[in-house]
Nanobody, 120 residues
Framework: QVQLVESGGGLVQPGGSLRLSCAAS????????MGWYRQAPGKQRELVAR???????NYADSVKGRFTISRDNAKKMVYLQMNSLKPEDTAVYYC??????????????WGQGTQVTVSS
């Protein structure tokens, strides 16, 4: 059983910063992709950023230059540094891990979500 635990969400003023963390636990041999998605009220879940085990990254156009994703393979953790936050960044942010190799095979997993609210 793979579990993801997210932390770091909260309320921040426009222009502020937050850092999200996600820790994966369980009998994990390797994780190919770790990423962050978000879902605002009334909108579909969208990719924010993702990073492969080799360090390749992808970002949504709306966050390029403001957000930075990183991972620690040894600790099985992924981080999202969010700077210059805008009200439109308000959403529930979900950690996602894909291509997770466990004794049961390959699978993808989602975290429970953490709320990020950008408001004055």
């Amino acid at each position: 059983q793979v579990q993801l635990v997210e932390s770091g969400g909260g309320l921040v003023q426009p222009g502020g910063s937050l850092r999200l963390s996600c820790a994966a636990s369980g009998r994990i041999f390797s994780i190919y992709v770790m990423g962050w998605y978000r879902q605002a009220p009334g909108k579909q879940r969208e990719l924010v950023a993702r990073i492969t085990s080799g360090g390749s990254t992808n970002y949504a156009d709306s966050v390029k230059g403001r957000f930075t994703i990183s991972r620690d393979n040894a600790k099985k953790m992924v981080y999202l540094q969010m700077n210059s936050l805008k009200p439109e960044d308000t959403a529930v942010y979900y950690c996602n891990v894909a291509g997770v190799y466990t004794p049961e095979g390959l699978a993808d997993y989602w975290g429970q979500g953490t709320q990020v609210t950008v408001s004055s």
